[in-house]
């Protein structure tokens, strides 16, 4: 089953063109990472796949509903980008409430949900009754990864998901991915910088370069790691 179909997408801005996918198709279950350079166009994708950016022509569809024509898609999907995402005036149990109930969830199932984040939340996330805005940037992170992760999306979509977080914490997140990709047959689509964690934990690749697809891995093996990294020495 595809989860997300895109055809002949493209984006510019500026006049220069920053995205060009002729055609990508990621299957239910799999856990795709996308990496490439700054400016290689992997947050631009992502917000095309959210409906954050129009392109100037192609389609982009998940579970066969057309991104830009359809509300359906969003039940089935949740996404951490940036801190933009978040909202600061709230705590992190406000926040996480909120998001929950967006997606039709009780308070006992977004408590049961949350309960799979206690060693994540380490302690500092929970119950000190602190605005979003007053927590460290990794502790920022941690809150949207856990918003976009509670819902229990089919289609999860992070961008630099281990950004900021400490060294356990990264180690954590990487669990928490794999948890959730196996348990609930999510697909999980993210972008880092670090090519050993998305290797580790990724079952396909997709490398992007001044927003064209590359390389597209889609058996990940420990020679494909050692050509990733060749490349960024080029």
Avoid at 68 to 96: G, H
Avoid at 101 to 109: F, R
Avoid at 111 to 128: C, E, R, S, Y
Avoid at 148 to 176: C, G, V, Y
Wanted: net charge negative; with cysteine; proline share 2%.
């Amino acid at each position: 089953m595809i989860m997300l179909n895109i055809n002949d997408l493209s984006k510019s801005f500026d006049g220069i063109e920053v995205l060009k996918i002729p055609h990508l198709d990621i299957q239910k279950g799999e856990l795709v990472g996308v990496i490439g350079n700054n400016g290689a166009g992997k947050t631009t994708l992502f917000r095309l796949c959210l409906d954050l950016l129009r392109a100037e022509q192609g389609k982009a569809l998940i579970n066969n509903e057309m991104i830009a024509q359809s509300e359906k898609w969003k039940k089935q999907t949740n996404a951490f980008i940036d801190e933009r995402f978040l909202i600061d005036f709230l705590t992190p149990e406000e926040y996480f409430y909120f998001i929950g109930g967006l997606y039709g969830l009780s308070k006992a199932k977004i408590d049961n949900h949350l309960a799979d984040f206690t060693k994540f939340m380490a302690d500092v996330i929970w119950g000190n009754n602190k605005y979003i805005e007053k927590f460290s940037k990794g502790n920022k992170q941690k809150i949207g990864i856990i918003g976009a992760m509670i819902t229990h999306p089919e289609l999860l979509i992070l961008d630099e998901p281990f950004n900021f977080l400490d060294p356990s914490s990264q180690i954590e997140m990487k669990r928490l991915l794999q948890k959730f990709n196996q348990e609930y047959n999510a697909t999980i689509l993210l972008s880092s910088h670090n090519i050993q964690y998305v290797a580790d934990i990724c079952s396909r690749i997709i490398l992007l370069e001044k927003g064209n697809i590359i390389r597209d891995e889609k058996e990940v093996t420990a020679e494909t790691e050692i050509e990733l990294e060749n490349y960024f020495r080029m």
